[in-house]
């Protein structure tokens, strides 16, 4: 509850104070009469800014790759079945036990981790990212701001966060929107019925096309209902608020789905797993360890292998390393597939100071799950802590030709060289021809950008100049 607060008074505070700046250019566009949505490329500016400071201040925001990969994948699953819209999509997941998603401007679709780990198949949530995919797809958020054409910049944008963030305390919304004086407004908070009605249309269509339960949309509108009848404390799951269900939405998504042809849906293991490293990371770590332990003994779990996963996550997560490397062995003896496993297999390791070890079971990873770049981060970093820093250079050649703008292979190339170079200072004071070699060794290890090889170049010169000059003055 206390994180809803903050995220939304922040988050506004955020827009407001970026919005002239960032719209200063493209403010003439909102002024026309006869347009009545912001552009794609507005709408994609505003969602980049609020996605940065998700990123860099939020504290709920779920900074986990595993985790992002996932719901990457789900949603590009979910992207083919909607043919009609070309839109980029960016999934993150928010630390919030609350039932709700949102979608940013932009293609920025936001999951609260209480949505993934209360939906019991992985068809429920398809469903609710679907709704909202189909909110960006069909441009509702544009064409909500939009429409409010009249007010003043930040007032929109003031707006456009308390609507978009389907905060689950309206209250302190509605506070901060008065805080800019568009207090008139608060009335069009929250999506339309009609707006409702074209996303879960939409949705459906897509959860259908991409292979999951049609049925599975109905099911979690009639659970989220009852969850809202339940809390007699007046609150109501934020998602609710933002899209309020009613019977008409129900019995509208049972007959579409009755109508089309029954599927099975086999939920994916990273489904569970996901689930279960979540629920292992929430809360106090001893609590976590209980909960997963009676769930492990109790056989309540919908996969043996998620429920020790959760487990060893737990543990380790407990500062029992031990333990969790013996769940581990449990886990594998379960003969279940899975990249996260291979990760949280070599955490343990280095938990258990076995660096070499953890390189080991990751490499072999990496051949297996070539594709994952959770996997490829954890092993960059795997060879970073055994001290394998031109090993960690060399393998992150090709990742960063194949994805330039990918921030963490940036970092992790940056920590690589620093690592280097610190090497390198100590082994000045050995001796000189030694930390000439190791330079060129660190040159010709990564494919660093031009700054970076200029400076190693800069200084294998000084260097070398350094070395010509103490041969000079042994000579004397
Ligand atoms: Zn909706």
Known sequence: MGFSARFVCWLTAALVAIAPRAFAQALPDLGSAGDATLSPQMERRLGENVMR??????????????VAEYLAGLGARLAQGSSAVRQDFEFFAIRDSSINA??????????????????????????VLAHEMAHVTQRHIARMIGQQQQMQMPMMVALAAAILLGRSRPDLASGAIAATQAGAVQASLGYS??????????????LDAAGFDARAMALFFEKLQRASRVADDGTMPGYLRTHPITFERIADAQNKAAA???????????????????????????DAVSYMDAAVREKRYAS???????????????????????????????NTGGAMIETLDARIKQALKQPDAAVK????????????????????????QAGQNEAALANLAEPMRLYPRDALLHQLQAKGYAAIGKRLLQQLQGSLPAAIEQLQLARSAGDGDFYQLSVV????????????QELRDAKK
């Open 53 to 66: 400071d998700i990123r860099f201040r939020e504290p709920s925001y779920v900074d986990d790759p595993e």
């Open 102 to 127: 949102f979608a940013l401007p932009g293609g920025f679709v936001g999951v609260h981790t209480g949505l993934i780990t209360t939906s019991e198949t992985e068809s429920e949530l398809a469903s």
């Open 193 to 206: 019925r009609d707006f409702e009605r074209e996303a879960d249309r939409i949705g459906l269509q897509a």
């Open 260 to 286: 089309l042809p029954y599927r099975q849906h086999l939920d994916s293991p990273d489904f569970q797993l996901v689930r279960a490293k979540l629920r292992a990371e929430a809360g106090d770590a001893r």
């Open 304 to 334: 043996e292998a998620a429920a020790r996963y959760g487990l060893a996550t737990a543990l380790l997560r407990a500062a029992r390393a031990k333990d969790a490397e013996a769940e581990m062995a449990r886990l594998r003896a379960t």
């Open 361 to 384: 079971v990751l490499s072999a990873a990496r051949g297996r799950y070539a594709h994952s770049r959770a996997v490829l981060y954890a092993y960059i970093d795997a060879l970073q």
């Open 457 to 468: 170049d800069a200084r294998l010169k000084e260097l070398r100049s350094q070395h010509t």
